[in-house]
């Protein structure tokens, strides 16, 4: 079960908000009434309400926005349940001077934003000793596992408990919270209105990750990154799978450098069943595997985890080098143009040096292309040149030689610095293939500057949603849904624009 925060400064539009959501079907409400600049009618809040709602009035310690004394606060705790609330949130230190009334359910909790502490289960037994109907306890989480250790709190807890991690790492703990059993979790109503770090709007935790269809047997799978937040895999794999009518959930897992190992290790502990691989990973997590796909030996990266169901072995793969590659010839394909031959791509200039650039001067090497690098760290350029025996240029010569095709492997176009390109216009000829790697946006200053010029062009969309379906393969064993990752991916890219 969901429970949707209302943090709203005005009476009128918390009403209004909460009618719509009663309409909505919502099952629960949390009345975040620290929110509000006047005094608190909690009378007229209450009155008539559509569905079972929350009083919460959290301190500024607490994470909340009570300026007023406490005196006040309790009166209005005290007041809620005398009208019969529902739910009181009573934060563990006054937990006893609030007694039990009427049929009020008490949810006692506890926040800690520096940390998830060790002791979770006698952190646990201290709030359910508080006469509490409900634990509720939300910490900071600074290690992926801290997910983990709150899950298996709330799977093993015999008092109804909300267990939440706190912070983009925590992003895990909200969606699979009811996978592990807990009695709800909480997610803000308006995107805008964000209440704690790591929340996860409602309309998004139902319509992207499908929170009410998760249940123990979801398979789990997810993007580890760090930065993570940017990325789009989870819409475009989620998406697939509600098409497909899959019974998975993939999720984006804040993993920084150092935490690799550890959250490989306790896989099963999520259970997880796959994962996207990227930056900063793809090279450190081959050493990890057990098996390999295609490729990943001779590139040293891979991209894509699918773990056992029986062994958890993990086996390894890239599918950034077949997608870049399937990307191109779709496109010289649709424009009758073909790897070699007279129209034919005989040379490439790739610009970048790094994952993208890795995987794409790979795939065109071996399909007979001559590969000529160009990046800002000339010792990375020369590095990859070397494993696929290409040449490298200067980054300020890179304009210089004619290519027929130029690849951007760099982030240069990609939103919101829309006005930047790494390759001037007036360099570009129409004989020339442009593949710009970036997808957000699709059509970047390069991309339409290309077209203009009458250049074959492939965007950056085409290789991200032929990846993801080649690990929509490697993991469900099935054709992908590729029309409704396409759309996903468009969708999620033009409202990232609208909003901002
Ligand atoms: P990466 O490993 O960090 O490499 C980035 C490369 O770009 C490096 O060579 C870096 O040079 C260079 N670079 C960064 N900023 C630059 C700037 N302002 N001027 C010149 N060079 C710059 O990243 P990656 O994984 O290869 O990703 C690169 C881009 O590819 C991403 O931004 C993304 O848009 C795109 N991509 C697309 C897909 C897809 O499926 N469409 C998949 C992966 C990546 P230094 O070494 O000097 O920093």
């Not at 937040?229 to 794999?237: D, I, K, M, N, T």
């Not at 009518?245 to 150092?258: E, N, Q, R, S, T």
């Not at 394909?333 to 791509?345: H, I, S, T």
Request: hydrophobic share 40%; aromatic share 6%; proline share 5%.
């Amino acid at each position: 079960m969901i429970c949707v925060s209302l943090a709203r400064g005005r009476h009128r539009y918390l009403l209004t908000e909460l009618r719509h959501l009663g309409q909505q079907g919502v099952d629960l409400v949390e009345l975040r009434l620290d929110c509000i600049q006047r005094k608190v009618q909690v009378k007229r809040l209450l009155a008539d309400r559509p569905c079972p709602v929350i009083a919460t009035c959290r301190r500024k310690q607490d994470g909340g926005h009570w300026e007023r004394t406490e005196a006040e606060r309790l009166t209005v705790l005290r007041t809620a349940i005398a009208e019969g609330v529902d739910y009181v949130d009573l934060e563990d230190d006054i937990a006893k001077s609030i007694p039990r009334f009427g049929s009020t359910r008490r949810i006692i909790s506890f926040h800690d934003f520096k940390r998830t502490p060790d002791d979770l289960q006698g952190l646990h037994d201290y709030l359910a000793d508080l006469d509490a109907d409900v634990v509720k306890i939300a910490t900071l989480a600074n290690h992926p596992n801290d997910n983990l250790r709150m899950l298996e709190l709330v799977r093993s807890s015999s008092t109804p408990t909300v267990g939440l991690c706190m912070g983009e790492i925590g992003t895990p703990s909200r969606v699979l919270a009811g996978q592990f059993g807990a009695a709800f979790t909480f997610a803000p109503f308006n995107p805008e209105k964000i209440l704690a770090p790591g929340q996860i709007p409602w309309k998004q935790l139902c319509e992207m990750y499908r929170y009410d269809a998760i249940t123990p047997s979801t398979k789990v799978y997810g993007v580890i990154a760090d930065p993570v937040g940017h990325s789009l895999s989870p819409v475009v794999h989620n998406a697939a799978c509600a098409a497909a009518g899959i019974d998975a959930v993939y999720l984006p897992f804040l993993v920084p450098k150092g935490h690799l190992g550890d959250v490989l290790k306790n896989s099963k502990r999520w259970p997880l069943a796959g994962l996207s691989v990227t930056i900063p990973h793809k090279e450190n997590v081959v050493g990890f595997a057990s098996s390999q796909g295609d490729s990943v030996e001779e590139i040293g990266a891979a991209n894509t985890i699918s773990f056992d169901d029986e062994t958890r072995a993990m086996k390894v793969f890239n599918t950034d080098v077949t997608a870049a590659v399937a990307a191109i010839q779709a496109s010289l394909a649709a424009q009758e143009v073909g790897f070699g031959g007279r129209l034919g791509l005989k040379t490439v200039l790739i610009l970048g040096a790094g994952g993208a650039a890795r995987a794409i001067a790979f795939g065109l090497k071996q399909q007979g292309v001559e590969v000529t690098i160009a990046s800002r760290t000339v010792e990375r350029s020369q590095t990859l040149a070397e494993l696929v025996n290409g040449k490298v240029v200067e980054w300020s010569g890179r304009h210089r030689l004619p290519y027929d095709c130029v690849v951007n492997a760099t982030p240069i176009g990609m939103h919101p610095k829309v006005n930047e390109t790494p390759f001037e216009a007036k360099h570009l000829r129409p004989y020339m293939v442009v593949f710009d790697t970036v997808y957000n946006p699709e059509n970047t200053m390069l991309v339409k500057e290309a077209q203009d010029v009458g250049c074959k062009v492939v965007t950056g969309v085409e290789m991200f949603v032929r990846q993801a379906a080649e690990q929509f393969k490697i993991w469900h064993g099935q054709e992908p849904p590729e029309g409704v990752m396409r759309m996903a991916l468009k969708q999620a890219t033009s409202s990232v624009r609208i909003i901002e």
